[in-house]
């Protein structure tokens, strides 16, 4: 007797569905064979595009975190170790290796140095100069200090006091600064807050020569008008009498040293940093993909499969640079 | 794998210097990021088109490879920029 095979139409609500096992999955994404056309399922350019949204979103993840400030500080906390002693000690190193002299605090620029990276905070910018026109010359002339030279640093989420330097030191104009000779005074402030949703710490340097002028602590209201700096982080003033305002800042912090330190996170501590929240998962996701190629040719070349695909090699040599890039990228930006 | 070195060993020597080029400007571009994601965009650029004249000059190109060293360039490149944000 013949053997009836059943035959189900393409609507019929009985077709037997076929079940994939997790098994079955995971040897369709990483073991080369008939199913996957010989390559793969994760290095197919469709799942491999995929994988740029998965990236994609999983980037938008840590940073929709942001927008939940309370969670945030709990979770990512701030991410700067910086430590305003030490970007003094470490300013005046470089100032030493010249054979320089070494800056002294001044009350005063501590005092404009807070108020501009305050200024940053409430106004919500990134910048020398404020979208208003605010320089950062107004800040010493409001802290009451009359200067020869000025100029000023800045300086955001940096992870530690010398790879804030040495991006300093890199920068021919920051380092200009830091190794001018005419500047024989420092303010130093470093701020925690939030910048366009993000929790950022702001370091600021306000470096500047006293000028030979009196103070006189008056409310006049006489126009200041200071004149365009060459560059836009250092200004010069000819010293002569000139009236100023001279507002007292009561939102200094003093340290030991009579710097200024902004306010700390809410957590006091880092449960994880953004930035190493981000290259982890990055890096996972390199990880992932050079095994896959690598275990990849390993089957291919044991089980003699003919099959015309990219070059693996020269995809984990890309992946590799890549993971390398990552493990060894740090953050913090300063305004060129 | 040593075979296909040893026959696309022109292709791999640039590619490496070119990786290792790259590799060296990233970092000293630090902290400049908007030239950091220049020069990964530039990277991707470099690679999708390395794939093809490997690929070309060896008879051996189809559509999926093609598409395969897009998406891995993309992958790469938005992997670079996105750490730099």
Known sequence: MPRVRKKYSAKSRYRPKKKISFKDYLNNLFLPGKKNRYRPQLLHPETLMVLSFVVLGGFSLFNAIRFFPSLADKILGFASNIDVNRVLVATNEERARLGLEPLQINEKLNQAALAKAQHMFSEQYWAHSSPEGVQPWNFIKNAGYVYKYAGENLARDFDSTGEMMVAWMNSPTHKENVINPNFTQIGLAVVNGTLSGFNTTLVVQMFAAPGAVEFKQSASKESYTLPAPADSSVGEIPTENIEIDVVESDLAKVGELGMVEGERSVSGRILFSPIYLTKTFFLLVVVLIILTLIYDAFISKNRRYQRVVGQNFAHIMLFLTVGFLLILFRGGTIIP | ?85
Do not use: C
Not at chain 2, 23 to 45: D, E
Not at chain 2, 63 to 79: G, N, R
């Open chain 2, 1 to 85: 794998m040593p075979k296909l070195l040893k026959k696309h060993r022109l292709a791999f020597l640039i590619l490496f210097l070119a990786l290792a080029v790259f590799a060296f400007f990233f970092s000293r571009f630090w902290p400049n990021k908007m030239l950091q994601r220049y020069l990964a965009v530039g990277m991707g650029t470099f690679y999708f088109f390395w794939g093809l004249i490997t690929h070309v000059k060896s008879t051996k190109i189809t559509s999926d490879i093609v598409f395969e060293y897009l998406a891995m360039s993309m992958l790469a490149v938005l992997l670079l920029i996105l750490i730099t944000l």
